[in-house]
Structure formats: C-alpha cells, structure tokens
C-alpha cells in the first residue's frame, strides 16, 4: 500500500510460487507471513476472554445514573445523611380489594409484608415508614393540650374497637394522602434503599432485590388484595429482568444477519467466518469489561449488538474483496493480502472514527455514559483485530465457494462479454451526472430543513409519566399510575433544601419565606402537593387554638415556633437544626413540569436568599431528574461536537482533502438532524437513555463513507471519470454497503416489538440510522463528489480500465 491509502494494479496470481510473500505494508507481512501464530494468540486470547466474559453481570447503581458533578446533586450528597427519604426509594402500596384499610386480615397482611420487607437487603431499616412502624405517629388535641403515639396502639389485637382505635389514629396522623389513600382502599410501605447490601458489602443487586419483591408480590397477592410496586429500584429490576427479551433479539438479529449474508454470497464458509469473528469481538469485550470489574447496565446492553453490527459491516467487506480476488483467479492466500492492502487503512480509519466517536460519550459527566463510552471504545478498538486482521487470514485458510466468488463477479463479467448493467448500480451512477446530482443535493437541504424544523419539538427529559423506558401496558407503570391518582404525595417528589446557620432553622423569617415558597409552589401547574416545617406549624398552631380553622396560621411568637418544631419529625429538619426540606410532590416528572418548578424554585430563591437562609435545589427522584436534564441538554451538543470533530479530524487525516471531508460527513449531519426529528415525532425525549444513540449513529454511518469514499478517491487518482469510478465501487464494495445497510435494520427493527420500550425505541432508532446512513452514502456522496471532488479532464486517458481499477 502506497501513502495516502493509493492502490497498486494487483496481478491475478494463480500460484504462490508467483506471489511476492515479502511484497506490502510490514505490517502484512508481519500479520500473513506468520498467520499460525496470530490464529493461535487469536485462539488464546478468547479462551481467556471467553472464561472471563462468563463472569460478566447486569446490574446498575443509583449513583451511577445521576450526575454527580452537578450542583444540585451535589447538594445532595453534601446532605445525604439528612435526605435519606428523598433519595433511592420504593414504594409498595397494598390495596384492599373488598373493603377498606380498616379490616383485621388487610392488617395482618399488611404486617406480614411489612416485616419480609424489613429483612431484605439493602433496606433502610431506619427510615422505613408504613402503618406497622413506630415511627409512624399520630398526633391529636385534647383537653390536655396535644397527645401523639404509635399509630398501630401497643394493645391492637384485630378487634373492632381496636379498629376504629386505628382508624382515629390514622386520621390525626397527617398520613392520609402520604403513607393512606384518601379513599382508604390502600396503604404504602415506605422503604428507602441503601447504596449497598449490608451483609455482603457489595453493591445492592437491583435485579435480586426486584425479584425478591415480585416474591413478595406473587405471595400476598390474591382477590383480597393487590400489590402496587414503584421506584427507581423496581425500574431498574424490571429493566434487568426484562433483558432476557434482548438477549432473545440479540440472537434473532445475528440468525437475520448470518441468514441474509449466506443467501447473498452462497458460502457458508465465508458467512461462518465473518459471523463468528463478530462473535468473537463481543466476548473479548465482555471478557475484558469483567477483568476490569464492570458490570453491563441495562443502558450499555445494546453496546455489544453494536459491535457485532460494526464487525458484520467491516468483515463483509473484507469477505467480498476476497471473494472478487478469487472470482478473478487469484489463489485464497494471495486475495487476502490483496484485500487487506486495499481495505485495511479504511476500516482502520473508520473504527478509530467510531472508537474516537464512542469515547468522546465520557464528557457527559453520568457514571453510565461514560461506562458505556469504555465498553463501546473497546469493542470497536477489537475489531481492528477481529476483523481487520483475523477474517482476511482465516478466510486464507478456509476459503470460499469457487461458485460464490463468480457470482460477485456477475456485473463486472456482464460488461466484459457486453451485457446490460446492473439497474440498480446503473440508478445511482446517475447521481455522478450534474442533473441528477443537483436534484440528490436539493432534496437533502429540504430535508435538512424539514428536519431542523421538526428537531425543534424534541424535548429534552421524559415526556411521560411514570417509567418511559417501560411500556405504557406494563406492570410498573399501572402501579405508577395507581399511585398518582390515590396518593397527593406521588413517586414524582422534588425536595428543596434550605440551608441555616447551627440552630437557627426555626426561625421566624426563615419559616415565613418556606411558607411563602410553598405557597407559590402550590400555584404552579404540575405540582400535587407540599410538606414543610412551614406546614407543620400552621397545622399544629391551629391544633393548640383549639382546631380553629381561623388560627390556620403561622405562629409569629418565635418561642411558639420553637416549640412546635421541636417536636416535628426529623424528616422536615434535621438534628443540629441547620436544614430544612420543603416537599413537593409532582403529579409527574415530565420534562416541562419540571422546568416548571424549577423556574420557580430559582427565581425565589435569587428574589430571597438571606444569611440565616439559603434556598437549594435538589433531591429526590424529581431534583435528580431535573439535574440529569440540564447535564443532558447541555451534553447533546457538546458531545456532537465531539463526535463530528473526531470525525472530521480522521477523515481529513486519511483523505488529505477538505472537499474529501464535506463529501463523507455532510450525510452523516443529515442522518443526525432526521434522526432528532424522527425522536420528536415519535415522542422520544433526549435523556441519558436515548443519548448515546445519537453519537453512535454517526460511528455507524462514518464506515460506510470512509469505504465508498476510499474506493472512489483511489479510482479517481488512476484517471478515471467520476461516473467510471463510482460504478466501479459500486461493483466492489457498494453492493456490501447495500446489504449491510438493509440486513443490519432488519436485524433491529425487530425489538420494535420488544416489551421494553427502551429496547423497542433504540431498535426504530437503529434501524432508522442504519438505512439513512445506507442512502446517504449511495447517492449524496456522489452528488457531493460531483460538485465538490476535481474531475480529471475530458481527454485523460484512465491509468487502469474500469475492472482493472476494482481489482487493484
């Protein structure tokens, strides 16, 4: 191989004795005059790899999927100790089918499930709350003055009085619209997660602890009650649980892949190769991700599909250069060494394009990108080896089908003995041509504008209750939405910290501006409810006025609020009483409610900061999905930045060409605004779920430019007419792009039926991006070489005949 990435004119070489074994690239030489040594370290490395992608596990942690590095979460964790409500949480609701709460066997039930919880791992004991735990406390006005105990009495044994005793207690506990629907059908078991198992020291195992609750669920369940279960650890489990169904896609796509690519080249030996090479790259980077200590999350799990796509594109191209080598002639050795001169600087151009693409992924400061950057760097940085190395030397072994290598010479043997063209190359050569090529590039900027048209309803965050990355059917979200419509205090809570001096959250005017944030609060669309210190005191201040409604005010004697906050519950201040939380259940967590309550939060809290009271956002699961998307808005285009860049920098490297670069990326820009605008239209949000896709789109759609472009540029140096090259890629590796492009979609477009939305939604995308990126290589890299790449003139003589040319 010549620099810059020219082609020599390759003779057809029929035996080895006329073959140069010491001819090429060192690195050729290298690699096939030791091939046995390279199978056998091949060999090596995926005995070991192999055994250590056995250990690899699925699992997430909640740290891991916030950003960590924003302020908000990073008020957060400066104050966890104190926010252990308003953290990691579950809720498990158990509704009364027949009835009310108010029922001895719902109560027993209650208990026994109540005390399986208590006992699993990774559970706050501590903070755990339902009707069963002494924390939950009833608070009441009598002729004494105020009187609180246990909800559930000392004395409770299931008999009426002791009923309606629970009842009385349950209704002066503040807890009707928290820890009781207000239809008194249900009651919730309010657990809070640790970050680990206590027992073991290791991470909590949100796939375990899923399982276990649905244990609990399937056992207490019956026509007397039902089990409602929410939180994020329950999204996760079920996300994990539900994986099973990715691997049942995983299988059909690579069935699909290996099925449609034996049909089209009719060698069994070749596809075998090419499929198990990719195999082969994905458990080397499962096996290397479990040497590290990483664990696949139910965000990376596509990652693995991705490389076996991109080792599928790059191994069929070196599987149909081998092929037309042989076609010609050429023994099995010597086309493998002629594939690899030709073809290896553009594959390796384009996996570091993709590897560089991947990593740039790790700006998003989210513990899960950036994991998913390093597992997806790696798998492409391997199949450099996989399959830019070990499917050309294993195809010098095994060879093909001496049937199959004439077929792809079929269009090429058509023209020599003067047969028709091949319509469908003969269609797209005519994007070479002026005419044709105005009318490609003309309909790429309507649909670059409709696309940036239809990109500016793409909302950033989720644009549905509940869990998006679940179905709307499914199990999780109708308890979701049981939960909103019988609960003021939703699975949907923003807490606001308000940070004091030492000893000082009590004080009048700090309590007087909680009040005052409440109230604006509780004006806002999307937001249920509140809970504050503030509330607190107007409640209890009305209970010493003898229940007065008309003293349903806060106290303005500091020693009054002094006293009523001294018995509040911890959850509202904490113990050196320099934090106050303000609760503010959301009726969801969409991406507009939050930017909502956001708004507000931070125009008060710039309109009211004093010395003695500071107002910052924010915990809970609605805080830490506020502040996941604003890291998110801000790293969509960063990272496409990025992205491009990398792209950009690479193909310039490889090409030497500015005009060379615009005719490669321009597409890939084209995919990226269609595929934002398809997002919109669909009604996908941009979250740290669907990120990634956008960024690995262009990784995807850069291989096929860079081995269009390469072929075309390396005819155009010989001499030839644009419309004489580009007919020639087309013959050699355009027909791969083609297959590849359309095999690939088919793949994934089946998850669109998977019962994970999540799933479902990166299968549309794919597919999506698949075939534009296809299209945009097969017809405006032409039309884009035709205005912007020189053309050799008129009367030039070609250096090497069409044929000659796809052969070098």
């Known amino acids: 191989m010549k620099a810059g990435g020219t082609v020599d004119n390759q003779p057809v070489v029929r035996t080895l004795e006329e073959f140069d074994c010491h001819s090429g690239w060192w690195i050729e030489q290298v690699l096939f005059n030791h091939r046995g040594v390279v199978m056998l370290v091949c060999l090596l490395i995926t005995l070991v790899l192999g055994f250590g992608s056995s250990k690899t596990r699925l699992n997430a942690s909640f740290e891991k999927t916030i950003p960590t590095k924003h302020p908000y979460i990073a008020n957060y964790l400066k104050h966890k100790s104190d926010l252990s409500s308003f953290g990691n949480v579950v809720r498990i609701t158990v509704e009364a089918n027949k009835g009310t709460i108010y029922d001895k066997d719902y109560l027993e039930t209650l208990q026994k ?3 399986e919880i208590f ?8 903070g755990m709350q339902s009707l069963w735990t002494p924390s939950t406390q009833w608070r009441g006005v009598t002729e004494e003055g105020f009187e609180s105990g246990p909800v559930m009495p000392d004395a409770y044994d299931g008999s009426p009085a002791a009923l309606d005793q629970v009842k009385r207690n349950v209704e002066r506990s503040g807890e009707i619209g928290q820890l009781v629907a207000a239809n008194y059908k249900s009651s919730i078991v309010y657990v809070p997660l640790l970050s680990t198992d206590a027992t073991t020291g290791k991470a909590l195992d949100y796939g375990k602890l899923s399982q276990e609750l649905e244990v609990i669920r399937t056992k207490y369940s019956d026509q007397n009650t039902t089990i409602h279960i929410t939180g994020f650890a329950k999204v996760l489990g079920d996300l994990i649980g539900g994986l099973r169904w990715f691997l049942v896609f995983f299988a059909t796509a690579i069935i699909i892949s290996g099925g449609f690519l034996l049909y089209y080249i009719r060698c069994w030996r070749a596809t075998s190769v090419v499929v198990v090479c990719s195999l082969i790259a994905v458990v080397w980077q499962l096996g290397i991700l479990a040497f590290l200590h990483y664990e696949l999350n139910p965000y990376s799990i596509l990652v693995p599909f991705l490389v076996f796509a991109i080792g599928m594109s790059h191994g069929s191209q070196k599987m149909n250069g081998i092929l037309q080598d042989v076609g010609r002639g050429t023994i099995n050795i010597v086309a493998a060494r002629y594939t690899f001169r030709r073809l290896f600087l553009a594959g390796l151009t384009a996996l570091l394009a993709d590897a560089v693409g991947f990593a740039v992924l790790s700006v998003i400061q989210i513990r899960v990108i950036q994991e998913l950057a390093l597992a997806a760097s790696i798998g492409v940085a391997i199949l450099i080896v996989t399959n830019l190395i070990l499917v050309p030397i294993l195809l010098s072994y095994v060879g093909v089908s001496a049937k199959a290598a004439e077929r ?9 003995t003067g047969g028709a063209k091949n319509p469908m190359w003969q269609f797209l050569d005519l994007f070479t041509k002026k ?22 309803d793409l909302k950033i965050g989720d644009l549905d209750p509940g869990a998006p990355e679940l179905r709307k059917s499914s199990r999780y979200n109708r308890d979701n939405a049981y939960l909103t419509a019988n609960y003021g205090a939703s699975s949907d809570v923003l807490a606001i910290m308000v940070e004091t001096p030492d000893g000082a959250c009590s004080l009048s005017d700090t309590v007087q501006r909680v009040d005052a944030l409440e109230w604006r609060l509780r004006q806002v669309e999307g937001v249920e409810s509140t809970n504050s210190i503030a509330l607190l005191n107007r409640r209890v201040f009305g209970g010493y006025s003898e229940g007065s409604m008309k003293w349903y005010e806060l106290p303005r004697n500091q020693d009054m609020i002094n006293t009523i906050t001294s018995k509040a519950p911890r959850g509202l201040y904490n113990d050196p009483c320099n934090l106050l939380t303000i609760s503010v259940f959301l009726k969801d967590h ?5 930017n909502r309550v956001v708004k507000a939060v931070e125009e008060f809290s710039a309109a009211n900061q004093t010395e003695n009271a500071k107002f910052i956002l924010g915990a809970g699961t609605s805080g830490i999905d506020a502040a996941s998307n604003i890291v998110v808005a801000k790293a969509s285009h960063e990272m496409l930045y990025w992205v491009y860049g990398a792209v950009i920098l690479l ?6 060409s500015w005009r060379a670069v615009l005719v490669a990326v321009l597409p890939l820009m084209l995919t990226s605004v269609l595929c934002e605008a398809l997002m919109a239209k669909l009604g996908m949000g941009v979250k740290v779920a669907t990120l990634p896709v956008i960024a690995l789109g262009v990784g995807i759609g850069v291989d096929y430019a860079l081995y269009m472009l390469s072929v075309t540029l390396s005819h155009l140096r010989n001499g030839e007419s644009l419309s ?3 007919y020639a890629t087309l013959c050699f590796t355009g027909r791969v792009v083609v297959f590849t492009g359309i095999t690939l979609a088919f793949g994934v477009i089946t998850w669109a039926f998977s019962p994970i939305k999540f799933q479902a939604d990166m299968g549309i995308l794919l597919a999506f991006m698949f075939l534009w990126n296809m299209l945009g290589a097969m017809i405006l890299l032409p039309a884009l070489a035709c205005f912007l790449l020189p053309q050799p003139a008129a ?10 040319a796809v052969g070098a």
């Open 113 to 115: 499930i109540n005390d």
């Open 795 to 804: 009367n030039a003589e070609p250096k090497l005949q069409a044929h000659e």
């Open 408 to 416: 792809s010479l079929k269009t090429e043997l058509a023209e020599k």
């Open 724 to 726: 004489n090259a580009y």
């Open 435 to 456: 005419k044709w090529a105005t009318v490609a590039i003309v309909v790429g900027v309507i649909l670059a504008v409709l696309g940036f048209i239809g990109r500016r």
């Open 651 to 656: 193909c310039f490297i490889t090409f030497r």
């Open 590 to 594: 969409k991406a507009d409610t939050l």
């Open 119 to 126: 006992v699993l791992p990774g559970v706050d004991r501590v």
